[in-house]
């Protein structure tokens, strides 16, 4: 992934060079040498903003089963119970 750097100046006077530069990463835009904002394709800020995957999810995508997880022993879960 590239990442572009352009003032606002270069941004003002060339929008479609930072349209075509965020295609290919972010490009980050500077006022007075300071990054102020960040221009992102559609495509890269949907998988940005999209919700993380439940463990369920996963598990269940094609290729889970070849994972191995070995749960750790837990020998005390709960204390005895005094029923008298």
């Not at 559609?42 to 994972?67: F, K, M, N, R, T």
Request: hydrophobic fraction near 45%.
């Amino acid at each position: 992934m590239t990442m572009t750097t352009l003032s606002s100046r270069e941004f003002n006077q060339d929008t479609s060079k930072a349209k075509k530069a965020a295609k290919v990463g972010p490009v980050f835009i500077t006022d007075r040498g300071r990054p102020a904002h960040v221009l992102l394709s559609i495509d890269y800020y949907q998988a940005l903003a999209a919700p993380a995957a439940s463990i369920i999810d996963l598990l269940a995508s094609p290729g889970a089963e070849a994972v191995r997880f070995a749960a750790p022993r837990v020998r005390k879960l709960a204390k005895p119970v005094d029923l008298a």
